[in-house]
């Protein structure tokens, strides 16, 4: 069974559904709440569970209940919960997400200025026996810490970069890569360009890894040989976005695992994706192995 190593945060989300998403001071109304756990990596290595993968998340959270919540959805879920640093005096990451009537997402997010400082770093025991890890940009110390026992240990390293690099020791984690994984908007104001071309053409200053950008309905680009291509999303009636990009990257991280070639493992990544963003705030929020499959049988 293919393992995936995913390193970065983890939130309890407060999930409101909403008509519209708030626009000023005021008392608004959700139609329905649910309380999920959620975060970059954390949702990646869910991800890579609900898909028959072998996964374990690596993060810090605080000694309280939220922490608690967090790891007892992990371990529902299927994903190894050894490697969690619980750090003494600080709150677990929350989120209050506010999910509009078509399915786009609003969200507040609270985390402690203290969690990451004292979490220990990753060590090359932790992930030896992963064949990939993924990275996000939250947590820079650990991130490079795991990037740089990936490359001592000859494990593929995957980063999803979601927000601004240049933010604390995010390029240097991107350098460290050999797979980034970046929104088409956060390439677009590294790059200074939105064309996606130019954009993954520029960004080779920053690092030699293999690149591609995500653009939710727009789809997926990445360069090869031949020059730019490009993946379609597939088309489903979106209900909720909320996560879309962690599942992506967690599939996409599994089908590295299981020497899937970069195309077929961006194809199965978008399916995973495009799945998520059919299910309803409150329903079960991962997608099976067999719905992804037959979601590709299905396109061909």
Same mark, same amino acid.
């Given at each position: 069974?293919?393992?995936?190593?995913?390193?970065?945060?983890?939130?309890?989300?407060?999930?409101?559904?909403?008509?519209?998403?708030?626009?000023?001071?005021?008392?608004?109304?959700?139609?329905?709440?649910?309380?999920?756990?959620?975060?970059?990596?954390?949702?990646?290595?869910?991800?890579?569970?609900?898909?028959?993968?072998?996964?374990?998340?690596?993060?810090?959270?605080?000694?309280?209940?939220?922490?608690?919540?967090?790891?007892?959805?992990?371990?529902?879920?299927?994903?190894?919960?050894?490697?969690?640093?619980?750090?003494?005096?600080?709150?677990?990451?929350?989120?209050?997400?506010?999910?509009?009537?078509?399915?786009?997402?609003?969200?507040?997010?609270?985390?402690?200025?203290? *969690?990451? &400082?004292?979490?220990? @770093?990753?060590? =090359?025991?932790?992930?030896?026996?992963?064949?990939?890890? #993924?990275?996000?940009? +939250?947590?820079?110390?650990?991130?490079?810490?795991?990037?740089?026992?990936?490359?001592?240990?000859?494990?593929?390293?995957?980063?999803?970069?979601?927000?601004?690099?240049?933010?604390?020791?995010?390029?240097?984690?991107?350098?460290?890569?050999?797979?980034?994984?970046?929104?088409?908007?956060?390439?677009?104001?590294?790059?200074?360009?939105?064309?996606?071309?130019?954009?993954?053409?520029?960004?080779?200053?920053?690092?030699?890894?293999?690149?591609?950008?995500?653009?939710?309905?727009?789809?997926?680009?990445?360069?090869?040989?031949?020059?730019?291509?490009?993946?379609?999303a597939f088309p489903v009636d979106v209900v909720n976005t909320l996560g879309a990009g962690?599942?992506?990257?967690?599939?996409?991280?599994?089908? *590295?695992? &299981?020497?899937?070639? @970069?195309?077929? =493992?961006?194809?199965?990544?978008?399916?995973?994706?495009? #799945?998520?963003?059919? +299910?309803?705030?409150?329903?079960?929020?991962?997608?099976?192995?067999?719905?992804?499959e037959a979601l590709l049988a299905g396109s061909e």
């Open positions: 069974m293919a393992h995936v190593t995913c390193v970065g945060i983890a939130v309890w989300d407060l999930v409101f559904s909403v008509e519209a998403h708030p626009c000023g001071p005021g008392k608004y109304r959700a139609r329905d709440l649910h309380e999920v756990g959620g975060g970059v990596a954390a949702r990646a290595a869910k991800t890579v569970a609900s898909l028959d993968g072998r996964a374990a998340f690596i993060g810090c959270l605080g000694d309280d209940l939220i922490g608690d919540h967090i790891i007892e959805d992990l371990a529902r879920s299927g994903v190894g919960i050894e490697s969690i640093r619980r750090i003494s005096g600080v709150a677990s990451p929350v989120s209050a997400v506010f999910v509009d009537a078509p399915g786009e997402r609003l969200i507040v997010n609270h985390v402690d200025s203290d *969690l990451f &400082e004292a979490g220990d @770093l990753v060590q =090359a025991e932790e992930i030896i026996d992963s064949d990939v890890v #993924l990275v996000d940009m +939250r947590w820079s110390e650990g991130s490079l810490s795991t990037l740089a026992a990936a490359r001592a240990t000859g494990v593929p390293a995957v980063v999803d970069c979601d927000h601004d690099p240049t933010i604390g020791r995010g390029m240097e984690v991107i350098a460290a890569a050999s797979h980034v994984v970046f929104s088409l908007p956060t390439l677009a104001a590294l790059t200074g360009s939105s064309e996606a071309e130019e954009a993954l053409r520029g960004v080779g200053s920053y690092t030699n890894a293999w690149v591609a950008a995500t653009a939710g309905p727009d789809g997926t680009y990445w360069l090869d040989d031949s020059g730019l291509r490009h993946f379609p962690d599942v992506f990257h967690g599939a996409f991280c599994l089908a *590295l695992a &299981e020497n899937q070639a @970069l195309e077929e =493992a961006i194809r199965f990544a978008s399916a995973a994706a495009a #799945l998520h963003c059919t +299910r309803a705030a409150g329903q079960i929020e991962t997608c099976s192995r067999a719905e992804v």
